[in-house]
């Protein structure tokens, strides 16, 4: 199986930048689709962005695109996250999550998840 544990996370100001990572287990881990979620109090989880096994295809949310940048080392068995202009609505939990060739915004594909790391954004 795939252990994930995402890092990173904090308290910023907004229009501030961090800089999630996560690393991960397993000698599949180049084979995986790669996304990242988050899950704000009281509300559902939402996709944030994913990676294909080859980083060559991104996709996005449209809440996130052009400030966030997701990218993977498959060297180093790690994601990362690349959050700049940081607002208080990005305020959340996030998680990683891997899973076969996955190519929707759903959840459900996903086979393994992180612990997940909080961002907080104020104002």
């Known amino acids: 199986q795939v252990q994930l544990v995402e890092s990173g996370g904090g308290l910023v100001q907004a229009g501030g930048s961090l800089r999630l990572s996560c690393a991960a287990s397993?000698?599949?881990?180049?084979?995986?689709?790669m996304g990242w979620f988050r899950q704000a109090p009281g509300k559902d989880r939402e996709f944030v962005a994913r990676i294909s096994w080859s980083g060559g295809t991104t996709w996005y949310a449209d809440s996130v695109k052009d400030r966030f940048t997701i990218s993977r080392d498959n060297a180093k068995n790690t994601v990362y996250l690349q959050m700049n202009s940081l607002k208080p609505e990005d305020t959340a939990d996030y998680y990683c999550?891997?899973?076969?060739?996955?190519?929707?915004?759903?959840?459900?594909?996903?086979?393994?998840w992180g612990q997940g790391t909080q961002v907080t954004v104020s104002s």
């Open positions: 397993g000698r599949t881990f180049s084979s995986y689709t």
């Open positions: 999550a891997a899973g076969p060739r996955v190519a929707t915004t759903s959840p459900l594909p996903y086979e393994y």
